[in-house]
């Protein structure tokens, strides 16, 4: 009697396990689906609903932008420009846009920021107000890209970006 009693118990165990190894298996091939598909980070209305990090961003206290932060920049602009040029609808525009903040892994506050540096650059580079050394160390940086971010000054004029400007 025992001796049966033990061989349930253990082919229970066995099919318990065996179960659980399952899952634990479909676990992980539906993890890496989700990574590549994104189908869990659609979680709120508008772009900040398919933004990855939404952290707020504290800007470095020499403000100093990164070359990186500024091709990012230089990949916003030229994408949403060609999608204005190609006639996009919003919401088209709105998941190219968000899929670049994603490859960069950039919060929104973050993107303002640099935004925001770039433009404050550009708005002294033609008033020629006194620079403070992290204005200088932006401008020598922001040399490299300008003649990209030039060539879609319409970008910054029709601000193609308007929702991620809004806080």
Do not use: C
């Not at 609903?49 to 030229?78: A, H, N």
């Not at 846009?97 to 540096?117: G, H, K, M, P, Q």
Request: no cysteine; net charge positive; charged share 30%.
């Amino acid at each position: 009697m025992t001796r049966k009693r033990s061989r349930r118990w253990f082919f229970v165990t066995l099919v318990v396990l065996a179960l659980l190894y399952l899952v634990l298996i479909a676990r992980v091939f539906l993890l890496e689906a989700d990574m590549s598909l994104g189908l869990s980070r659609i979680s709120g209305p508008g772009l900040q609903g398919l933004i990855v990090d939404r952290s707020t961003y504290v800007p470095p206290k020499d403000s100093v932008v990164q070359p990186g932060q500024l091709s990012m920049l230089v990949d916003v602009v030229e994408t949403l420009d060609s999608l204005r040029d190609d006639s996009a609808d919003t919401l088209e525009m709105r998941t190219s846009f968000a899929d670049l903040l994603n490859r960069y892994t950039i919060s929104l506050s973050e993107y303002r920021w640099v935004r925001s540096v770039v433009s404050g650059v550009r708005e002294q580079e033609v008033s020629r107000k006194r620079r403070t050394r992290a204005d200088s160390t932006n401008t020598q940086r922001l040399r490299m890209f300008l003649p990209r971010l030039e060539d879609h000054g319409m970008f910054f004029r029709d601000t193609l970006d308007r929702e991620a400007l809004v806080q």
